[in-house]
């Protein structure tokens, strides 16, 4: 069992930054392969990015050259730094986490959520 807790969400004028961050309990983080998903009203839910255990990424190409995804596998946490945001990257942006990592970034169905954190970002 993962829980996932996420933090760093906010209000933000466009062309700002934001740090997502994303705390696991248990002492198997490691093992998981971790991802960011974002849901905007009316859309559904898609994948930002993902992080094997090793450390590859994959990042959605809406977000490519200004979103990052890592992980500090000794703090328990993944983080998704966000830059040059637009307004378009408005959504409750969730963590997930599987130890499959197609299961994040293909299938994109996790065994396991955080409960979201919004993120407004203002013209």
């Known amino acids: 069992q993962v829980q996932l807790v996420e933090s760093g969400g906010g209000l933000v004028q466009a062309g700002g930054s934001l740090r997502l961050s994303c705390a696991a309990s248990?002492?198997?983080?490691?093992?998981?392969?971790m991802g960011w998903f974002r849901q905007a009203p009316g859309n559904q839910r898609e994948l930002v990015a993902g992080?094997?255990?090793?450390?590859?990424?994959k990042v959605a190409d809406s977000v490519k050259g200004r979103f990052t995804i890592s992980r500090d596998n000794a703090k328990n946490t993944v983080y998704l730094q966000m830059n040059i945001l637009k307004p378009e990257d408005t959504a409750v942006y969730y963590c997930?986490?599987?130890?499959?990592?197609?299961?994040?970034?293909?299938?994109?169905?996790?065994?396991?959520w955080g409960q979201g954190t919004q993120v407004t970002v203002s013209s």
């Open positions: 248990g002492r198997t983080f490691s093992s998981y392969a």
């Open positions: 992080i094997t255990v090793g450390g590859y990424t």
């Open positions: 997930a986490a599987d130890k499959q990592y197609l299961k994040v970034v293909v299938s994109t169905t996790p065994d396991y």
